[in-house]
Every structure is written in C-alpha cells, then in structure tokens.
C-alpha cells in the first residue's frame, strides 16, 4: 500500500519532532530516517520538510545550527528544544486518543 502526504496530513511535525528527539540531524537525514522508519512506503517532499521546519523554528519547537564544512556544503542541523519535547508529547498523547477511537469505530 502506498502511503500518500493525505495520509499523513497533520502529523508532519509530530513526525520530525519524533526523530529529532532521537538526536540532530540535517534535512536529507531527517527525511532518510523517515523513508526508513516508514519501511520505505513514505518520505516527505522537500518543500514540505523545509516548511515544516521553519515553523517548528518560528514557534519555538526546534533550533538550527551550521555544522561544520567537510566534503560538500556545510548542513544546517536542527535541534528539538524542551518546549517542543512537551509539543511531541502532546502530539502523541492526542494520536494515541485518535487511534483509539479509530479502532472501536473500525471494529
């Protein structure tokens, strides 16, 4: 089953807030350790990872920074803040009641 961005929709920054609770990490892995986890049956578009991160920035869930220049261009990380620790746990905690309710309504 192929899984499309409608399936997705509004779990975005749960998503990368989850991996980079894991640790910081550039887009290009970001999105890798999504396609991995996913069992290779989703991966964000560019577009949509960058946005999503911006904003997760702009509001105070992740931070950046430039790493340092090896062979290539330089990668900017990001970070997860505590505040967006306190975000994914929300997010989940809401996903865990939404799949609950799924499940009995789907039963």
Do not use: C, P
Not at 39 to 56: D, I, N, P, S
């Amino acid at each position: 089953m192929k899984i499309t961005s409608d399936m997705i929709y509004g779990y975005t920054d749960g998503i990368i807030l989850r991996i980079l609770a894991d640790g910081d990490s550039y887009g290009y892995d970001l999105n890798a350790a999504v396609l991995e986890k996913s069992g290779m049956q989703y991966e964000f578009k560019e577009a949509t990872l960058y946005t999503a991160v911006r904003r997760l920035e702009k509001q105070g869930d992740v931070t950046s920074y430039w790493g340092e220049q090896s062979a290539g261009a330089r990668r900017r990380y990001y970070s997860i803040t505590e505040q967006g620790r306190e975000h994914l746990r929300r997010i989940i905690s809401e996903w865990k009641t939404m799949k609950g309710l799924l499940d009995r309504l789907f039963d």
